[in-house]
């Protein structure tokens, strides 16, 4: 059975620093890119972080510089570390998984990240 966990979500003040880790099983991981998305309330999903196979990383310009994906081809996880978090973060975000083909598509639960003073 396919899975994708996340977890580290929470609730932190504005330039506070928070990690998100997807942990997964089930599928070959180390051949899929693996994606964090986000949904705010009243705005779109929008794609914030990529990393290829390959290691290759993409970030949404709202939040370049700031956050950074990375991936465990061992452990099978991918961590999303946000730093300099600000209000407009705020949003649930969701673990991707898909390989190069793009043939299959594998979502996670959703980790909500709440940031307020």
């Known amino acids: 059975q396919v899975q994708l966990m996340e977890s580290g979500g929470g609730l932190v003040q504005p330039g506070g620093s928070l990690t998100l880790s997807c942990a997964a099983s089930?599928?070959?991981?180390?051949?899929?890119?693996m994606s964090w998305y986000r949904k705010a309330p009243g705005k779109d999903q929008e794609l914030v972080a990529r990393?290829?196979?390959?290691?290759?990383?993409n970030y949404q310009d709202s939040v370049k510089g700031r956050f950074t994906i990375t991936r465990d081809n061992t452990k099978k996880t991918c961590d999303l570390q946000m730093n300099s978090l600000k209000v407009e973060d705020t949003a649930m975000y969701y673990c991707?998984?898909?390989?190069?083909?793009?043939?299959?598509?594998?979502w996670g639960q959703g980790t909500q990240v709440t940031v307020s003073s």
């Open positions: 089930g599928f070959p991981f180390s051949n899929y890119y």
């Open positions: 991707h998984s898909m390989p190069k083909e793009r043939n299959v598509s594998y």
């Open positions: 990393i290829t196979a390959g290691g290759n990383a």
